[in-house]
């Protein structure tokens, strides 16, 4: 035991532990990169789910959609229009010298009978006016001029509406308004008894909405109303 160094007593087995204990990197290493794909691989599963589910709502929505707007359909009842009342004024000076401003209003009913939700609105409307002869069934009509809705109408469930479309006409004196003339001076004029003349009506173009779907009735035929109406 001469020259043993007690000092250096446990330094080999110190050593030798240490060599004992090596790292594993490698193993580490690949567990994080199998659990960063299994986190990978669940992100897409998630992103498939959702996606799938956003689907299958908007399919739902639609379908719900088509069926309401099916049951609309089959329980929609066209509304009637018609001409309920007009009058003429301006024409008490009328003659076949002399020209005339003649003022016509008409009133207009829409009875719908639908229930909710076929609520609707009248957007655009002409009133085609003619002049016909109250004595003479088969005696000719004069074009007189058209009147025209002034602002869109909304028309509720179940219910009538009416409503009134105006406008101003100037007659000027002329071989084409003689005759006009003469039949209004006649049915209107200041020794006429009642004062009441005949006029056509024709309602055309309408432009409607129904459940604020736009329902473009132009050239569509409508029926001609005749009417013996005031006038002064």
């Given amino acids: 035991q001469a020259g043993f160094d007690p000092s250096c007593r446990g330094s080999l087995p110190i ?9 594993p990197p490698l193993i580490v290493s690949g567990m994080a990169a199998e659990d960063g ?18 689907c299958t709502s908007c399919c739902c929505v639609l379908l719900a959609l088509g069926v309401a707007v099916a ?6 009842q066209e509304p009637a ?26 009133t207009i ?12 609105s009248v957007d ?16 000719e009509a004069y074009y007189m001029g058209n009147a025209s809705l ?9 219910s009538e509406t009416t409503f009134e479309v105006s406008t101003d006409m100037h007659l000027a004196a002329s071989t084409d308004t003689a005759l006009l003339l003469t039949r209004l001076a006649r049915d209107c004029g200041l020794l006429a008894s009642p004062k ?27 029926p001609v109303v005749d009417q013996v109406v005031p006038c002064s």
């Fill in 15 to 23: 050593a030798r532990a240490a060599k004992a204990k090596p790292s």
């Fill in 37 to 54: 794909a299994t986190q990978k691989k669940k992100s897409r599963c998630n992103a498939k789910c959702c996606c799938c589910c956003y």
């Fill in 71 to 76: 049951i609309i359909a089959s329980s929609f």
């Fill in 81 to 106: 229009v018609e001409v309920k009342s007009a009058s003429l004024t301006g024409i008490s000076a009328a003659s076949p010298t002399s020209s005339a401003t003649l003022h016509a209003a008409v």
């Fill in 109 to 120: 009913s829409v009875d719908n009978p639908n229930g909710w939700p076929i609520k609707g």
């Fill in 124 to 139: 655009k409307l002409l009133v085609d006016i003619w002049s016909v002869d109250k004595l003479d069934e088969a005696g």
């Fill in 150 to 158: 002034p602002e869109p109408v909304v028309v509720e469930t179940e």
């Fill in 196 to 222: 009441e003349t005949k006029l056509r009506f024709q309602i055309k173009d309408p432009v409607l909405k129904v459940v604020d779907i736009p329902v473009d009735l132009s050239g569509v035929d409508l």
